[in-house]
């Protein structure tokens, strides 16, 4: 789809008081834009502050930092926040839609789980990959059928940064074509291989991943 | 609505947008964190350098530290040094009579009907160069040009 179809698509669905004024949007002034691409739902960013004090609990470093519901709102926090080769070990970003917590205790996580991929090694990109990644989920078109994905999240670690999809059900049929999308959103070859756990399994000590992709 | 990956990166704004939370002081939270961690990392360091070091890196440190006993030297009142031996009995000692065993000195050695002659490993025997430096101008052949015993020789085939 071109630029002039995604203004017209937006043009559509936003109504203009003045029929002959046409609104400014980014497209026609990418600095001084008056009306904004609507996003499908709200997104929460959340932070998951590392531990620097062994008195600091879960619940104390997982903050909510920000929401946005458009295209351009979505931009500007990604231009004012650290991007991840920044972020201090033990950090994570969730992006998640309205007001679902990335915990699996949440009501709308209990019963899925998460598409994971490991990045090793230093050659790639994280930075990248992380916002094909988010663009993939808030444009919607990781999941087709607007109907499994809760929300996305990056951990950094040591032994190797990981990126996790965050699915609302454990249905193998959406979950394979999301998967599927998932591999072409972070450039994967056949060699890298996704998994997904449940979160049910996420308590175990040693969880298996149900499906491998 | 759907917009795939390349319409939003066409939908980016050109200049950095303001929002609706305070960016600066979450990018100090976050820089905080990072001088925190490395302090942390610092004192583990410190705090753990005794134990790590007990194993030597092959390729951080160079070579590896050799302690060599320091001969002893006694300065007598007039000024002069004497070098004092070690004393006898040490192994170190031992290795340096067996290396110093001239080669006349090995006997053959008979096992069955074959003889076998030890060859020690005179690399480390010390120098064959003379110590004393008049046996060097004895040995030495004179080759240089004697000038009165050239004259006389001259004198001696005009005679002929």
């Known amino acids: 789809m071109s630029v002039e179809e995604v203004t017209k698509k937006f043009e559509e669905t936003v109504s203009v008081d003045d029929a002959t004024a046409t609104p400014k949007t980014v497209l026609s002034d990418s600095a001084h834009f008056d009306v904004k691409h609507p996003l499908n739902t709200k997104w929460t960013l959340w932070y998951t502050k590392p531990a620097v004090d062994k008195s600091e609990s879960w619940s104390d470093l997982l903050r909510p930092v920000t929401s946005f519901q458009t295209v351009e709102e979505f931009w500007a926090i990604i231009q004012n926040i650290p991007e991840p080769h920044e972020l201090p070990l033990k950090s994570d970003y969730h992006v998640f839609r309205n007001d679902v917590r990335p915990e699996w205790e949440d009501e709308a996580n209990a019963k899925g789980g998460k598409w994971s991929f490991q990045l090793r090694g230093k050659g790639a990109d994280i930075d990248e990959l992380w916002l094909r990644t988010l663009l993939a989920v808030i444009g919607e078109t990781i999941d087709e059928d607007d109907s499994q994905i809760n929300g996305v999240v990056l951990s950094i670690r040591k032994g190797g940064n990981k990126f996790a999809l965050w699915t609302k059900s454990e249905d193998k049929e959406p979950l394979l074509r999301i998967g599927g999308k998932f591999k072409q959103v972070l450039k994967l070859t056949d060699d890298g291989h996704l998994e997904f756990f449940p979160h049910s399994s996420a308590n175990g000590r040693h969880p298996q991943p149900s499906i491998t992709l | ?160």
């Open chain 2, 1 to 160: 609505m759907k917009y795939t990956i390349d319409e939003l990166f066409q939908l980016k704004p050109s200049v950095a947008l303001e929002v609706n939370f305070d960016a600066v002081e979450f990018r100090a939270i976050i820089e905080k964190v990072k001088q925190l961690q490395q302090l942390k990392e610092e004192e583990f360091g410190t705090h753990h350098a005794g134990h790590f070091s007990r194993r030597r890196s092959s390729h951080h440190h160079g070579r590896p530290k050799v302690k060599h006993n320091k001969p002893k030297v006694t300065t007598d009142s007039d000024g002069w040094c004497t070098f004092e031996a070690k004393k006898k009995g040490s192994g170190d000692e031992d290795e340096e009579e067996g290396e110093t065993t001239p080669t006349a000195n090995v006997p053959a050695v008979t096992i069955a009907q074959e003889t076998l002659k030890v060859k020690p490993n005179n690399k480390n025997i010390s120098s064959n160069r003379p110590a004393d430096a008049r046996d060097i101008v004895a040995d030495k052949p004179i080759l240089g040009f004697n000038a009165f015993a050239a004259l006389e020789s001259e004198d001696e085939d005009d005679e002929a």
